[in-house]
Structure formats: structure tokens, C-alpha cells
């Protein structure tokens, strides 16, 4: 009598497909759609929808876990590095807010309660109203990275995250493309828009630019994702000429041309910062992909050199790149004095005064969404005394905000997500888990380039995109490989 033994991560793989959570899935696609539309987020109340959003979907998908809570315990385990690195940010957002006894305040941070002398009770945070409202965003991204671990379990349902945030990007663009060639100016929920720029859907054109350089990010990796699934070259030209012509029909080129339409967008917002970011990221992580995979590096040379010549010298000088070089140029002057760009002195200038505001709260920082109003009394005169909402250098508004333990948080989530992803791409051979780790890893190294001169993370929609493709990146690093289970499925018990 012979008995077969079928493998437990193949078993566990089937009874999750017994979780109907289509509709959560649905759901995160439309959010991620939805963010960036009404400014950003970037408003109270489109900060509660986001919230509203999350909670219902993450509650939506622990009805739809009901009866495999112990494949769902396994599940997040396996991401419980992350979780837990998001959890802890939570847990000291909200223990901004709490009121605690005046000695815990004084000892924690005495800056804070000298800003609340003769109080009988404290909070770390020295501005409650807004540190809730950034706590409450914190909730929402660790709610978003829930619900995508645990909605997005096979690579079709990653492959169609990669998609949607491809395809967003690209409205961001036809929008950016049509409100900017009419230069419209108008007024949308108490703000002032003139769109001399592309600015797609957001108030600030270097949002608009790192929103694209993560969406671009996650392009590149899908299409070097479809590249990999390319058929061998054909033997004779009539074979050669109908594999071109195939081609050019295929979803890749389409998915090649929505890549250009973004670059075109991104070009055009003329954002210093947001273009070398994306091209210094893909070069970057480009050469890391050839160092670590071998196998794909004929492929991967192809598509960045065909972004290079084609995306840069052709479509990027069509629509104007040479004044975004010409933006970079003159780092020198300033629009005080009647130059044509900001330089990138000035523009950190308020990074640079805001270091002595992170020294006085050094440990936990001076409350979540507190820094416009706390950095009032830390202008110099040299500085002058112009209104600033942001640093723009999300480093030093993070530690500004939260203090070096909210940075070191952070910051370990970000470098244990690269570490992760790169493994990937040194490991795995699957296509797809070894596209969506080199656009995580793009995304990345983009945006800790652009967060030295801007406030990415400061924009709900984009701090939302990011922390969806971290996900994506712990996702791929657990798809089962597929020479694993064909393996695996072979077993059998002895006889």
C-alpha cells in the first residue's frame, strides 16, 4: 500500500484560494487610482477618505480571511519585519498625542514641555491638531500595506498592481498634458491653480514628478518583466519580420509607449530633482541588475539604452528637456534676483535653518505635522521671515517631525526593502518577481534622491504609492518560485 504526500506550501498555496477577497482587491486598485486625484490628498478631507478608505478595506479583508485565520497568521508572518517596522510608526504617531504625566514629557523631550509650561498634563507633540492628522495617515499606510500583503498572493494579482499604478501614472500625464497646454487657472478647494507646468492633478509640480519617477519605476521593471518572456530570435528574415510585427502589436509595445507618454510628462514638469532622480535611479539600479543577474543583462542593457537614446535624446529634446538642463545649470541664480530658476541653495535653505529645530527634538520630535508652525520661531534674519510649510528635504522634516527614532524607523524599512528586492534580483529567476524587484529598487533609490531637495513623503498620494511598492517588494521576494513547486509537487511518499 503506497500513500502520497502532497507539499505543505502547495497545500497552503490551494486553500487560499479559497479566501473570495476579488472585491478588496478591486477596492486597493480604485485607492490607488483615487489618491492622487483631488490635489494629492493633500486636504483634510481627502485625508479622511483615504482613512475611511483603508480601514474598510483592511476590515473587508479580515471578513473575507474568516475561517483561515491560521493562514492568515502565516501569511503576515512572513511580512512581519515590515509590519512590524510600520506598526512601531504608528504606535509613535499616536504616542505624540496622548496625554502623559509632565514628568515622562520633561524627560522625553524638554523642549516640548517647556512649550507647554504650567500644563498639568503634556503631550510630546507641541501642535496636537495636526500630529493626530498625520497619525491618523500613518494608520492609513499600515492599513494599505495590509490589505496588499494580504490581497496579493499570486504574480497575476502583482502584475496587475504593476499595471494600474503604470496606467495611473498615464492619466496623471493626459491630465498634466491637457490642463497645461491651455495653461488653465482656476480655483479648486480654496487653491489657486495656474498650470504652467505639468502638474497633473497636484498642486506642486515636483509631486507630480515623483509620483511619475515611482510609476515609471514600476513601468520599467513590468517591461523588463514581458521582456523576459520574449521567444528565441527566428532563423530566417520572413520569421524575423513577422516576430517585429507582432511585436509592435504586442501589450509590450503598448506598454512601451505608455513609458514614453510618462517620460513626456516628466520632462515637462521641468522638475530638476524628479528627472535626475529617475535617470540616475535607472542607470543605477540598471548596473546593479547586470551585476547581479547575468542571464538578463543582454535584455536589461537593451531597454535602458532604449531609454536613453529614445526617451531622452529624441522624445525628451521634442518637448523641451534642454530647459530642464538649462534649470540645472543655473543653480546660481535665484527668483529674488531675477533669475530664472530657484537654486538648490535656496531651496535648502530652510532644511539647513531647521537642523537646530531637530537638535531640540532630537529623540521623538516635535509632533507629526508640526513643522510649519514650530519652524515660525527658529527663522533667522539671514533666513528672513517668508511663510514655510516643508523643508523639502524629507529627512530632515521626518526627524524634525518624529525625532531620530521616526527616522531610524523609516529609514530601516526603506534599507531592509532594498536589501530584500536586490536579493531578489540575485536569487530568483522568474521573470516577474525579478521585474517588480528592479522597479521597487528604482523607486526607491529615485525617491531617497528626490526626498534631498523635496517633500515626496509629505504628499499623502505619494507616500501611499511608496509604501505600496515597498509591498510589492517583500510580495515578490514570497511568490513561490516555480521550479520550487515543480519540484516540490514531485515528491512522494515512499512506498
Known amino acids: 500500500?503506497?500513500?502520497?504526500?502532497?507539499?505543505?506550501?502547495?497545500?497552503?498555496?490551494?486553500?487560499?484560494?479559497?479566501?473570495?477577497?476579488?472585491?478588496?482587491?478591486?477596492?486597493?486598485?480604485?485607492?490607488?487610482?483615487?489618491?492622487?486625484?483631488?490635489?494629492?490628498?493633500?486636504?483634510?478631507?481627502?485625508?479622511?477618505?483615504?482613512?475611511?478608505?483603508?480601514?474598510?478595506?483592511?476590515?473587508?479583508?479580515?471578513?473575507?480571511?474568516?475561517?483561515?485565520?491560521?493562514?492568515?497568521?502565516?501569511?503576515?508572518?512572513?511580512?512581519?519585519?515590515?509590519?512590524?517596522?510600520?506598526?512601531?510608526?504608528?504606535?509613535?504617531?499616536?504616542?505624540?498625542?496622548?496625554?502623559?504625566?509632565?514628568?515622562?514629557?520633561?524627560?522625553?523631550?524638554?523642549?516640548?514641555?517647556?512649550?507647554?509650561?504650567?500644563?498639568?498634563?503634556?503631550?510630546?507633540?507641541?501642535?496636537?491638531?495636526?500630529?493626530?492628522?498625520?497619525?491618523?495617515?500613518?494608520?492609513?499606510?499600515?492599513?494599505?500595506?495590509?490589505?496588499?500583503?494580504?490581497?496579493?498572493?499570486?504574480?497575476?494579482?502583482?502584475?496587475?498592481?504593476?499595471?494600474?499604478?503604470?496606467?495611473?501614472?498615464?492619466?496623471?500625464?493626459?491630465?498634466?498634458?491637457?490642463?497645461?497646454?491651455?495653461?488653465?487657472?482656476?480655483?479648486?478647494?480654496?487653491?489657486?491653480?495656474?498650470?504652467?507646468?505639468?502638474?497633473?492633478?497636484?498642486?506642486?509640480?515636483?509631486?507630480?514628478?515623483?509620483?511619475?519617477?515611482?510609476?515609471?519605476?514600476?513601468?520599467?521593471?513590468?517591461?523588463?518583466a514581458r521582456l523576459g518572456d520574449s521567444p528565441p530570435i527566428a532563423p530566417t528574415w520572413k520569421a524575423r519580420l513577422t516576430a517585429a510585427v507582432a511585436f509592435v502589436l504586442s501589450p509590450k509595445m503598448r506598454l512601451r509607449m505608455l513609458l514614453i507618454i510618462m517620460v513626456i510628462a516628466l520632462v515637462l514638469t521641468r522638475s530638476r530633482m524628479g528627472n535626475t532622480a529617475f535617470f540616475v535611479a535607472m542607470l543605477v539600479v540598471g548596473l546593479a541588475g547586470v551585476v547581479l543577474a547575468r542571464k538578463t543583462a543582454p535584455q536589461t542593457i537593451a531597454l535602458i539604452i532604449s531609454l536613453i537614446v529614445i526617451d531622452v535624446l529624441i522624445v525628451g529634446t521634442g518637448v523641451g528637456l534642454e530647459k530642464v538642463v538649462e534649470r540645472i545649470q543655473e543653480t546660481d541664480l535665484t527668483d529674488a534676483t531675477g533669475g530664472k530658476a530657484e537654486s538648490v541653495q535656496a531651496r535648502t535653505e530652510a532644511a539647513r535653518t531647521a537642523i537646530a529645530l531637530v537638535k531640540d527634538y532630537a529623540l521623538v520630535g516635535s509632533g507629526g505635522g508640526s513643522f510649519y508652525n514650530v519652524f515660525l520661531s527658529y527663522r533667522t534674519p539671514e533666513y528672513g521671515y517668508t511663510y514655510v510649510d516643508h523643508t523639502h528635504n524629507d529627512y530632515v522634516e521626518i526627524a524634525s517631525d518624529f525625532g531620530l527614532i521616526g527616522l531610524g524607523i523609516l529609514g530601516s524599512l526603506v534599507a531592509l526593502t532594498l536589501a530584500t528586492v536586490l536579493r531578489v534580483m540575485a536569487r530568483r529567476r522568474s521573470v516577474l518577481p525579478w521585474g517588480v524587484a528592479f522597479g521597487v529598487a528604482m523607486a526607491i533609490v529615485g525617491l531617497l534622491l528626490h526626498s534631498t531637495v523635496d517633500f515626496n513623503l509629505q504628499i499623502p498620494a505619494n507616500a501611499m504609492t511608496i509604501v505600496v511598492i515597498l509591498a510589492m517588494g517583500w510580495i515578490a521576494s514570497e511568490l513561490p518560485s516555480k521550479r520550487r513547486r515543480r519540484k516540490t509537487s514531485e515528491v512522494q511518499a515512499p512506498a
Not at 472585491?23 to 486597493?28: A, E, P, Q, S, Y
Not at 483615487?34 to 478631507?45: E, Q, Y
Open 1 to 224: 500500500m503506497s500513500t502520497s504526500r502532497t507539499p505543505i506550501a502547495h497545500t497552503r498555496h490551494d486553500r487560499t484560494d479559497a479566501v473570495h477577497d476579488g472585491g478588496v482587491f478591486v477596492g486597493l486598485l480604485c485607492l490607488l487610482v483615487w489618491a492622487p486625484l483631488p490635489l494629492g490628498s493633500n486636504r483634510v478631507w481627502a485625508i479622511g477618505l483615504l482613512l475611511i478608505a483603508a480601514v474598510a478595506l483592511l476590515g473587508w479583508a479580515l471578513w473575507a480571511w474568516r475561517g483561515h485565520y491560521q493562514l492568515m497568521q502565516a501569511r503576515l508572518a512572513a511580512f512581519r519585519v515590515p509590519v512590524g517596522l510600520l506598526g512601531a510608526m504608528v504606535a509613535l504617531s499616536w504616542l505624540q498625542v496622548i496625554p502623559l504625566p509632565v514628568e515622562w514629557v520633561q524627560a522625553i523631550s524638554p523642549t516640548s514641555a517647556m512649550a507647554q509650561a504650567g500644563a498639568d498634563s503634556m503631550t510630546l507633540s507641541v501642535d496636537v491638531f495636526q500630529s493626530q492628522l498625520m497619525a491618523g495617515l500613518s494608520f492609513t499606510y499600515l492599513c494599505v500595506f495590509l490589505v496588499a500583503v494580504l490581497c496579493v498572493r499570486t504574480g497575476a494579482r502583482l502584475d496587475t498592481v504593476a499595471q494600474v499604478l503604470v496606467w495611473s501614472g498615464v492619466l496623471q500625464a493626459v491630465i498634466g498634458a491637457v490642463l497645461f497646454s491651455v495653461h488653465a487657472k482656476y480655483t479648486l478647494f480654496f487653491v489657486d491653480q495656474l498650470h504652467d507646468r505639468m502638474k497633473g492633478t497636484f498642486v506642486y509640480h515636483n509631486s507630480m514628478a515623483g509620483y511619475l519617477c515611482m510609476c515609471l519605476s514600476v513601468g520599467v521593471g513590468l517591461m523588463l
